[in-house]
């Protein structure tokens, strides 16, 4: 026997004048959460009322209708409505599209209507978003009307653009959003499917491995090259950009690596033919050239063409105009925004005055050369002016007087104080009327004693002694033939046996070269007129170009094949004297340098170091090319740095500096100088 199914009533609706609601006190809601009452209020106004009030009429004491309405379930609708009226947008008898409940509990309704309300997934607002893109909106129309900012819509849009597949898988909750994310870094569907399978039977499944595969070989936009031939050139040959609109990606990867060589290639090539119309011999170019590629070639020194009568004029307006805001503004804690400005744009525009090109001579330009590259803010780097050995012209002996062979031949004898050997004794010449030179053997006698008396001369005067030193070592760093001192020193600046990776384009590397070409500048073209210029100088310009020239000397370099751990003992406490700290000069531990050459155990030290053994054990399970990627990520900016870059602590021991007027030998400076040697130390007396 058949039973009859009751029919269901539903409650009836009909528009009630807004006037006649009124909010209810049985309504659940009292936290505000969601879009605000005035996005709500714009919404209607744009689209009208998508969704009715739920209302219960309002009786009296009697039990008697009153023609009133409260609302149980609607109010942020109904304060929308509330606002349009009060901004006489909305009439105050506008009817309202109102559902009349008259049994039940007016809180239950309010409950049911908030909880069964089943949120729209995500895929679903993507696929909307996406299908009012197709439909003419802009992405500044979507997001006006959903009141999201332009890069929101950018995102969804982009979550919309996955390959269907993955889309599927996400509907399913196959993949969380965090990892549909990290996917848009690439739009090829097929590269996006592949990673997908590779996924599967990875153990990591985190978005930044997702972003690593997909990124796999890719050029990023901050690297030098990508910058030396700019993005918009790259994609107007047709290259793509990967991008990554939910994190920092330095400006994405350039997908199409052939393509970055290719063009780096073209432009390093007109760059090249460019200086070579300059008259060069020579002129070789590369991304990037070894560290020391120039050792052994000697550089020419040009001349810097000066500055035209306006320009000095205008640069000394901009000087002035600088000195008077700096002494304005000197007590102030911070500089007004556009004082800060006009500052920054006068000291580009000295810059400019500054940086003023040099000319060559072109007879010395047909044997010489020049390296273009890149440098690693991706600017062109050309370095002019390089002879090789092969293209010196023969060293033209020099015009010099009767017996400019004898104080050569003098030079080069045996230290004084030494016996000199003579295969066979040199008569002594026969007597004549006329002068004639002396003879060589008397000449090599007299000035060992005056080799003799200078040194003993110079081991009185210090001041002199320095001046001397730096001369030599001046000559040997700074010309090629360092001939124009008496004193036997030598200087060596060793090239590198191994290149490390990013040593040319490091911080140390462009501040020495620097300011070595800044001492070249200001130093005298011709050797010979070294001596009689740093005799001008004041003693804090000798003191700062010595100590550039020492640190040329400096081999702190390990080699298996060469070992020296005196010497790399004394490396440590230079460091430590001059408060070397290698993080602070800009060396950082990467996959290249570093942490892709070592084992898994020495990546997990370092970031055990530097970030706690927590995060030491997050990237554990990963193979050791994976491991090192993200241990580069964990250690950037930590200032971490392996053993061998790490400070000595400084070594205690006697100390050796002079105090109370006396020098390390305990001789009184302040006495006068004496010829009674009586109390020399009977090492100094021996020599």
């Known amino acids: 026997m058949a039973t009859n199914v009751q029919k269901i009533t539903l409650s009836p609706s009909r528009d009630i004048p807004f006037n006649k609601l009124l909010l209810s006190q049985s309504n659940v809601r009292r936290i505000k959460a969601g879009v605000s009452i005035e996005e709500l209020a714009e919404d209607i106004a744009r689209r009208g009322l998508l969704q009715g009030l739920s209302v219960r009429p309002v009786v009296d004491d009697a039990g008697i209708e009153t023609g009133m309405f409260e609302i149980p379930a609607g109010g942020r609708r109904y304060r929308a409505l509330e606002l349009l009226v009060k901004q006489k947008r909305l009439a105050k008898t506008a009817p309202v599209p109102c559902v009349i409940r008259e049994g039940g509990i007016a809180e239950e309704d309010s409950l049911a209507e908030n909880v069964q309300r089943a949120p729209l997934h995500p895929l679903d607002q993507f696929r909307a978003f996406l299908a009012l893109r197709e439909k003419g909106q802009s992405e500044e129309e979507i997001a006006a009307a959903f009141f999201v900012s332009v890069g929101v819509v950018k995102q969804r849009l982009k979550l919309a653009s996955v390959s269907p597949v993955l889309l599927d898988v996400y509907a399913e909750d196959g993949v969380t959003l965090d990892q549909l994310m990290a996917f848009t870094v690439s739009g090829d569907h097929a590269r996006q499917e592949q990673v997908?399978?590779?996924?599967?039977?990875?153990?990591?499944?985190?978005?930044?491995?997702?972003?690593?595969?997909?990124?796999?070989?890719?050029?990023?936009?901050?690297?030098?090259?990508?910058?030396?031939?700019?993005?918009?050139?790259?994609?107007?040959?047709?290259?793509?950009?990967?991008?990554?609109?939910?994190?920092?990606?330095?400006?994405?990867?350039?997908?199409?690596?052939?393509?970055?060589?290719?063009?780096?290639?073209?432009?390093?090539?007109?760059?090249?033919?460019?200086?070579?119309?300059?008259?060069?011999?020579?002129?070789?170019?590369?991304?990037?050239?070894?560290?020391?590629h120039t050792y052994g070639l000697r550089q020419m020194r040009g001349?810097?063409?000066?500055?035209?009568?306006?320009?000095?004029?205008?640069?000394?307006?901009?000087?002035?105009?600088y000195d008077r805001l700096s002494a304005e503004y000197a007590d102030a804690d911070e500089l007004p925004d556009e004082v800060d400005a006009r500052l920054g744009e006068i000291e580009m525009a000295i810059e400019v005055f500054d940086a003023r090109p040099i000319t060559f001579d072109p007879v010395e330009m047909a044997r010489a050369g020049a390296f273009v590259s890149i440098a690693h803010d991706g600017s062109v780097r050309i370095e002019r002016g390089y002879v090789r050995p092969e293209d010196e012209l023969p060293v033209e002996p020099e015009v010099a007087a009767e017996n400019a062979g004898r104080r050569l031949a003098a030079a080069t004898a045996t230290r004084a104080g030494d016996a000199v050997m003579a295969d066979a004794p040199t008569p002594e010449p026969?007597?004549?009327?006329?002068?004639?030179?002396?003879?060589?053997?008397?000449?090599?006698?007299?000035?060992?004693?005056?080799?003799?008396?200078?040194?003993?001369?110079?081991?009185?005067?210090p001041e002199v002694a320095f001046?001397?030193?730096?001369?030599?070592?001046?000559?040997?760093?700074?010309?090629?033939?360092?001939?124009?001192?008496?004193?036997?020193?030598?200087?060596?600046?060793?090239?590198?046996?191994?290149?490390?990776?990013g040593l040319n384009d490091s911080a140390s590397a462009a501040a020495i070269h620097a300011r070595h070409e800044g001492w070249a500048k200001v130093l005298p073209k011709d050797s010979a007129d070294v001596w009689g210029a740093l005799g001008e100088w004041d003693s804090d310009s000798r003191s700062s170009l010595f100590a550039h020239v020492v640190s040329l000397s400096v081999n702190a370099v390990h080699e298996a094949w060469n070992r020296r751990p005196r010497?790399?003992?004394?490396?440590?406490?230079?460091?430590?004297?001059?408060?070397?700290?290698?993080?602070?000069?800009?060396?950082?531990?990467?996959?290249?340098?570093?942490?892709?050459?070592?084992?898994?155990?020495?990546?997990?030290?370092?970031v055990s170091e530097a970030k706690g053994a927590r995060a030491a054990e997050r990237i554990a399970h990963l193979k050791k090319g994976d491991m090192a990627r993200e241990a580069e990520a964990l250690l950037a900016d930590t200032g971490w740095l392996p053993e061998p870059l790490r400070g000595a602590e400084p070594a205690v021991g006697d100390e050796t500096a002079a105090q109370d007027g006396t020098t390390a030998m305990g001789e009184d400076e302040s006495l006068e100088d004496t010829e009674d040697t009586t109390d020399i130390p009977p090492a100094v007396a021996a020599e």
């Open 196 to 292: 997908f399978e590779r996924l599967k039977t990875s153990y990591d499944k985190q978005p930044y491995a997702i972003r690593r595969m997909l990124t796999e070989g890719a050029v990023r936009a901050c690297d030098k090259r990508a910058q030396f031939i700019g993005l918009e050139a790259y994609v107007e040959a047709g290259g793509t950009i990967l991008r990554d609109l939910f994190q920092g990606d330095d400006g994405g990867w350039l997908q199409d690596v052939a393509l970055v060589v290719r063009l780096v290639a073209d432009k390093l090539k007109d760059e090249a033919d460019a200086v070579a119309a300059e008259g060069w011999k020579w002129v070789e170019m590369a991304p990037d050239f070894a560290y020391g």
């Open 430 to 461: 026969e007597e004549d009327e006329g002068l004639s030179a002396l003879p060589d053997r008397l000449m090599t006698e007299l000035t060992s004693h005056r080799t003799l008396g200078l040194r003993q001369a110079l081991g009185d005067r």
């Open 467 to 501: 001046l001397a030193a730096l001369h030599a070592l001046t000559l040997k760093s700074f010309y090629r033939y360092g001939s124009d001192s008496c004193l036997e020193l030598d200087l060596k600046s060793v090239a590198f046996s191994a290149q490390a990776p």
């Open 567 to 606: 010497a790399l003992d004394h490396a440590d406490q230079l460091a430590c004297a001059v408060d070397l700290d290698m993080a602070t000069a800009g060396w950082k531990p990467t996959v290249d340098n570093f942490l892709g050459r070592v084992t898994k155990a020495r990546i997990l030290l370092a």
């Open 303 to 321: 001349e810097t063409i000066p500055l035209t009568t306006e320009e000095e004029a205008s640069r000394d307006a901009l000087q002035a105009e």
